[in-house]
T-cell receptor, first 110, second 114 residues
Framework: GIQVEQSPPDLILQEGANSTLRCNFS?????LQWFHQNPWGQLINLFY???GTKQNGRLSATTVATERYSLLYISSSQTTDSGVYFC????????????FGTGTKLQVIP | KAGVTQTPRYLIKTRGQQVTLSCSPI?????VSWYQQTPGQGLQFLFE???????NKGNFPGRFSGRQFSNSRSEMNVSTLELGDSALYLC?????????????FGEGSRLTVL
């Protein structure tokens, strides 16, 4: 099946700093999503981004499908950004349709 | 517009018992998929239902089963619980099936097996 790797696995930032999270996938995909898992476990949708670039406030994402990676940018980080960030890829055909990456655990310290 | 609703939010069971979890998708969504999250294994796909039919199944034993009703609500059942079944079970709904649509998740059901 498709492999999805995220880097870095752990990240500690000072409040106000910027960061880039990366998601690499091993095969072509039909779509890609970024999620933020809050402390209670819920996955919050950040971006649905099969290709191209999107921005939402301090967050933006870019997916380069032909090169099989996606980037999530967090600018001016806040303590509320802490948590685990997952990317998930979807593809038609095959046994498993949606595969999650291993996640990046972000801690923003004041 | 109501989001995805999962019940119960927390539950404690003992080994050998069975458990049923429920998921109500966003109105109009016909696809419901289930995921298991454990610290060691991350987020793993269990199965997906679309229009009352199981479309895809992950690599889990037959003790894990599910179904979907005509109103798109879904239930998953785990029989003969084992300690390793302790996990957060997440349900997602989507307009499209088979990884083609955007997923929206519920708050999860946290199962502890003693």
């Amino acid at each position: 099946g498709i492999q999805v790797e995220q880097s870095p696995p752990d990240l500690i930032l000072q409040e106000g700093a910027n960061s880039t999270l990366r998601c690499n996938f091993s095969d072509s995909v039909n779509n890609l999503q970024w999620f933020h898992q809050n402390p209670w476990g819920q996955l919050i949708n950040l971006f649905y981004i099969p290709s191209g670039t999107k921005q939402n406030g301090r967050l933006s994402a870019t997916t380069v499908a032909t090169e099989r990676y996606s980037l999530l940018y967090i600018s001016s980080s806040q303590t509320t950004d802490s948590g685990v960030y997952f990317c998930a890829v979807g593809r038609s055909g095959g046994y498993q349709k949606v595969t999650f990456g291993t996640g990046t655990k972000l801690q923003v310290i004041p | 517009k109501a989001g995805v609703t999962q019940t119960p939010r927390y539950l404690i069971k003992t080994r050998g018992q069975q458990v049923t979890l429920s998921c109500s998708p966003i109105s109009g969504h016909r696809s419901v998929s289930w995921y298991q999250q454990t610290p060691g294994q991350g987020l793993q796909f269990l199965f997906e239902y679309f229009s009352e039919t199981q479309r895809n199944k992950g690599n889990f034993p037959g003790r894990f089963s599910g179904r979907q009703f005509s109103n798109s609500r879904s239930e998953m059942n785990v029989s003969t619980l084992e300690l390793g079944d302790s996990a957060l079970y997440l349900c997602a709904s989507s307009l499209g099936s088979g990884g083609t649509g955007e997923l929206f998740f519920g708050e999860g059901s946290r199962l502890t097996v003693l």
